[in-house]
């Protein structure tokens, strides 16, 4: 079965670059979040979109921009990059509003260092 | 925000083991997953289980949505088992967003 896919896994950066993480969901799926996620900790949500309008909005940098393609896939713009940032960030999908408790598949990740 | 609590946060097991992980929130839920995270960071789905009862192999998780608690058994674990386990819960009340516990670490030994 098809799943959440995200490019690049892996990407190094200096610090003050700028970065961009794509994301394209599951087929049908309509909602897209995506979270960051530090050595050692949870995942932490930062942003959600439904059908292409932002739904949701938690712990997101003002550095930090998305948004969702009306193909459905999602980029992550990453400006002003922190050591801070160093993170692995996942994206994830649904179908349906969150509200209406929906099952969240997450893709592999993509791995930011920042040096 | 809603409250994700995760015991125990550690856990060493010898192979063959079972073991119980449990989660505890704050709120009422809409959505409740556990996920397993493995060495390569990875996260997968093991069980969407906001109410009731799942099994899936040596996997079962139980949610009491009304006392508030999930729990996740491993039977019969293996060194595959390895990896942090998390719970994450969807409030009723904050959003479309998964509020993740901080894991459980396990590590089996063989």
């Known amino acids: 079965a098809a799943g959440v896919i995200q490019s690049p896994r892996h990407l190094i950066k200096e610090k003050r670059e700028t970065a961009t993480l794509k994301c394209y969901p599951i087929?049908?799926?309509?909602?897209v979040y995506w979270y960051q996620q530090g050595p050692g900790q949870d995942p932490q949500f930062l942003i959600s979109?439904?059908?292409?309008?932002?739904?949701d909005k938690g712990s997101i940098p003002d550095r930090f921009s998305a948004q969702q393609f009306s193909d459905y896939h999602s980029e992550l713009n990453m400006s002003s990059l922190e050591l801070g940032d160093s993170a692995l960030y996942f994206c994830a999908s649904s179908l349906g509003r969150a509200e209406q408790g929906g099952e969240l598949f997450f893709g592999e990740g993509s791995r930011l260092t920042v040096l | 925000g809603i409250q994700v609590e995760q015991s125990p946060p550690d856990l060493i097991l010898q192979e063959g083991a079972n073991s119980t992980l449990r989660c505890n929130f704050s709120d009422s839920v809409n959505n409740l997953q556990w996920f397993h995270q493995n060495p390569w960071g990875q996260l997968i789905n093991l069980f969407y289980i906001p109410s009731g009862t799942k099994q899936n192999g040596r996997l079962s998780a139980t949610t009491v949505a009304t006392e508030r608690y999930s729990l996740l058994y491993i039977s019969s674990s293996q060194t595959t088992d390895s990896g942090v386990y998390f719970c994450?819960?969807?409030?009723?009340?904050?959003?479309?967003?998964?509020?993740f516990g901080e894991g459980t670490q396990l590590t089996v030994n063989p």
């Open positions: 994450a819960v969807e409030s009723k009340t904050s959003g479309s967003r998964l509020t």
């Open positions: 979109f439904y059908e292409k309008m932002q739904s």
């Open positions: 087929p049908r799926h309509d909602t």
